[in-house]
């Protein structure tokens, strides 16, 4: 299996800009989350999803930040208008986890964004 | 609000040393508890998963320990080796799904 695919691996826009990320997760998982790495918050959860519905948005920053998923095999983050202080690392995870199983997250290789 | 505190922030060994890594969290109250290896630039890697019910687990030359009831983890590395390298992070389970992550312990090994 190719794991978890994001994209992009790298973003750099000017503030004010839409900027949408995307995640594929591992074929057959059933839940997926969305994790923002910083060096002054650490990794924090964004949202997941179980079979395609949002269960947990208290992440979420602000209503800037939006998350979908409109199939098992894609997801969006989206922000709009991104503000320089969203620069950071953004993790997708899925596992076979669901609500009250826990199952190993994978984790892919995230998008470095850097909002000007 | 749960809080997970890792120390140290940072530590560097020679090779062949046994070492542990320390985590804290503030909420017994958790559903499990995963230790995850995050190399430079890349994602994390799941290392061990220990559920509630468990009091350690062990893989290879890694053990993993909890303690729920004074809210503690270790991760027990023996023999470390060069490609041991990268930062170590702990994170509790809030319900069967939602993970909260301490600030990891960078580790470097010394050959």
């Known amino acids: 299996d190719a794991g978890v695919i994001q994209s992009p691996r790298h973003e750099v826009t000017e503030m004010g800009q839409e900027v949408t990320l995307r995640c594929k997760p591992i074929s057959g998982h059933n839940s997926l989350f969305w994790y923002r790495q910083t060096m002054m918050r650490g990794l924090e959860l964004l949202i997941y999803f179980n079979n395609n519905v949002p269960i947990d948005d208290s992440g979420m920053p602000e209503d800037r930040f939006s998350a979908k998923m409109p199939n098992a095999s894609f997801s969006t983050l989206k922000i709009q208008p991104s503000e320089p202080r969203d620069s950071a690392v953004y993790f997708c995870a899925s596992s076979l986890g669901g609500v009250g199983l826990t199952k190993t997250q994978y984790f892919g290789p995230g998008t470095r964004l850097l909002v000007l | 609000k749960q809080e997970v505190t890792q120390i140290p922030a940072a530590l560097s060994v020679p090779e062949g040393e046994n070492l542990v890594l320390n985590c804290s969290f503030t909420?017994?109250?958790?559903?499990?508890l995963q230790w995850f290896r995050q190399d430079p630039g890349k994602g994390l890697t799941s290392l061990l998963l220990i559920q509630s019910s468990q009091r350690e687990q062990t893989s290879g030359r890694l053990n993993a320990s909890l303690d729920k009831s004074s809210g503690r983890s270790t991760l027990y590395i023996a023999a470390s080796q060069p490609g041991d390298s990268a930062t170590y992070l702990c994170?509790?389970?809030?319900?069967?799904?939602?993970?909260?992550f301490g600030q990891g312990t960078r580790l470097t090994i010394n050959p």
């Open positions: 994170a509790v389970y809030q319900g069967a799904q939602k993970l909260v």
């Open positions: 909420d017994s109250a958790i559903y499990n």
